[in-house]
């Protein structure tokens, strides 16, 4: 895991934007709420449920292709 002490700024890198992002990494992280990513949803991931003859009933049901989650 890379921190703050450990970067290390690449050779030909703006060195002073390198040093604004790593006092950023300094600062203790903000709060949040977790939350579930797909990270590749798209239409062909998602599981509906279609009650004939409506379509416009339709309702999702799941989301696979969970090599991408996380």
């Keep these: 895991m890379t921190t703050a002490d450990t970067v290390v700024t690449p050779k030909g890198a703006d060195a002073a934007a390198w040093a604004e992002a790593i006092d950023v990494i300094r600062k203790p992280a903000p709060p949040y709420e977790g939350r579930f ?34």
């Design 37 to 70: 990513l797909h990270r590749d949803f798209q239409p062909g991931n998602v599981l509906f449920d279609v009650p004939p003859p409506r379509p416009a009933g339709a309702r999702i049901t799941g989301v696979v292709d969970w090599a991408a989650a996380s």
